[in-house]
């Protein structure tokens, strides 16, 4: 089966999450600073899980510039990510709302974990699928990357409970980790 209409089904699956994020920034009712200043925890949130998606996005892409074909499993692993990908306009919502409250952030980092989960599915269904030499499975390697972000997020979920801004700034850790596309690829590509 050709990959384009999974790359086409994505591409518009996360632009569509990025609209629906945008749409919860509201705008301030008085023309002043402190009216902008209130909107800072959601202004924020929303920050940090745009640059989620766009280094999901991003990461998804080349990863499909290594893939050449998809089969049943790796439509469905790819649907799994898209599910967690969806929920992050509701947690970024609610962490921004409750300006990064315990229970919201240990929840956004709970959808943030199980993308990353789900990530790692999709990698390794794709790698299962082209097989164990192929360029991908060179690329990817142990996924060493992948497996420090669960723990981070793991991290995150539980220090939320104790000092949320702390987790805040453990996810914004995970994403700088990420922030640059996965050179393992890009360098694989560039052989």
Same mark, same amino acid.
């Given at each position: 089966?050709?990959?384009?209409?999974?790359? #086409? !089904?994505? $591409?518009?699956?996360?632009?569509?999450?990025?609209?629906?994020?945008?749409?919860?920034?509201?705008?301030? /009712?008085?023309?002043?600073?402190?009216?902008? +200043?209130?909107?800072?925890?959601?202004?924020?949130?929303?920050?940090?899980?745009?640059?989620?998606?766009?280094?999901?996005?991003?990461? /998804?892409?080349?990863?499909?510039?290594?893939?050449?074909?998809?089969?049943?499993? @790796?439509?469905? #692993?790819?649907? /799994?990510?898209?599910?967690?990908? +969806?929920?992050?306009?509701?947690?970024?919502?609610?962490?921004?709302?409750? +300006?990064?409250?315990?229970?919201?952030?240990?929840?956004?980092? !709970?959808?943030?974990?199980? #993308?990353?989960?789900?990530? !790692?599915?999709?990698?390794?269904?794709?790698?299962?699928?082209?097989?164990?030499?192929?360029?991908? #499975?060179?690329?990817?390697?142990? $996924?060493?990357?992948?497996?420090?972000?669960?723990?981070?997020?793991?991290?995150?979920?539980?220090?939320?409970?104790?000092?949320?801004? @702390?987790?805040?700034?453990?996810?914004?850790?995970?994403?700088? /980790?990420? !922030?640059?596309? $996965?050179?393992?690829?890009?360098?694989?590509?560039?052989?």
């Amino acid at each position: 089966m050709n990959k384009n209409r999974l790359e #086409a !089904f994505s $591409d518009g699956v996360i632009a569509i999450i990025i609209t629906i994020m945008v749409l919860e920034l509201k705008v301030p /009712h008085e023309p002043t600073f402190a009216a902008l +200043s209130e909107l800072a925890p959601v202004f924020l949130s929303y920050v940090l899980s745009f640059i989620y998606v766009g280094i999901y996005w991003n990461n /998804h892409h080349h990863l499909w510039q290594m893939g050449k074909q998809v089969n049943g499993r @790796i439509l469905w #692993a790819n649907l /799994h990510l898209l599910f967690w990908l +969806s929920l992050l306009p509701f947690a970024t919502a609610w962490s921004g709302e409750t +300006s990064f409250a315990e229970l919201p952030m240990a929840a956004y980092g !709970f959808v943030l974990w199980m #993308a990353a989960l789900a990530y !790692f599915i999709l990698v390794r269904a794709m790698i299962s699928h082209h097989g164990k030499e192929s360029a991908l #499975a060179v690329a990817i390697g142990n $996924d060493f990357k992948g497996i420090v972000s669960l723990i981070g997020y793991t991290v995150a979920i539980i220090v939320a409970f104790f000092n949320p801004l @702390i987790s805040l700034g453990l996810y914004a850790a995970v994403a700088m /980790h990420w !922030f640059i596309p $996965d050179r393992r690829i890009e360098k694989t590509i560039g052989r």
